[in-house]
């Protein structure tokens, strides 16, 4: 980040969004690890938070009461993080999260529905595609695709890549240096 008259500007050096097994977390990690900063992810911290899975509570609670939880997630970790952020890949539907967004180094990682089988069979744990999970990771996406694309500083293919291209590939694309 960068610093002016008023002092250093805070918040998380990259910020990862994108669909269900886009590889946020992995390329979040390396990423940080390449930076030396810490890595958040914000479906962890609702975990953490509420001593069950998100599918778990997508059942018991439900989508809105996930949702609540997620934007309070999102909005603690820009706050109180510096490091490398993922976040879950239906953060961006919250629209005062995505102005809590703008002007951040976001990244979209972007992948296609063949390379979202592969990566995550589109099984049961993923609790918005219990039924027809092509079809409804297709649906997702016509939903979200202009969302990433929104708040996204850049978009990164996922595609046929490994975690270390796609890092790379961030890096290169923010203008950042490892550490």
């Known amino acids: ?21 886009s590889g946020k977390s ?9 930076l030396g900063v810490a890595y958040r992810d914000t479906d962890a911290d609702i975990v953490a938070a509420e001593g069950r899975e998100i599918a778990d509570l997508f059942l018991d609670e439900g989508e809105p009461y996930f949702r609540m939880r997620e934007r ?16 879950g890949g239906g953060a961006i539907l919250d629209e005062g999260t995505r102005a809590l967004l703008r002007g951040l180094p976001v990244v979209y990682l972007a992948m296609d529905v063949e390379e979202a089988v592969r990566r995550v069979g589109l099984n049961a744990a993923r609790p918005l595609l219990l039924v027809n ?37 961030v890096l290169d694309a923010l203008e950042l240096k490892e550490a």
């Not at 002016?4 to 050096?13: E, F, K, L, N, Q």
């Not at 979040?28 to 390449?34: H, I, Q, T, V």
């Not at 999102?74 to 976040?87: F, I, S």
Request: aromatic share 2%; no cysteine; proline share 6%.
């Open 133 to 169: 999970p092509r079809k409804q990771w297709r649906e997702l996406m016509d939903a979200r695709r202009h969302l990433y694309e929104e708040v996204a500083r850049a978009v990164v293919a996922t595609d046929d890549r490994t975690p270390e291209e796609v890092a790379e590939a």
């Open 1 to 21: 980040m960068t610093a002016d008259a008023t002092g250093p500007v805070s918040g998380p050096r990259v910020v990862l969004v994108g669909p269900m097994g």
């Open 72 to 87: 309070a997630a999102v909005r603690a970790a820009v706050a109180d993080h510096d490091g490398v952020l993922a976040l």
């Open 26 to 34: 992995t390329v979040g990690a390396l990423l940080a690890d390449r």
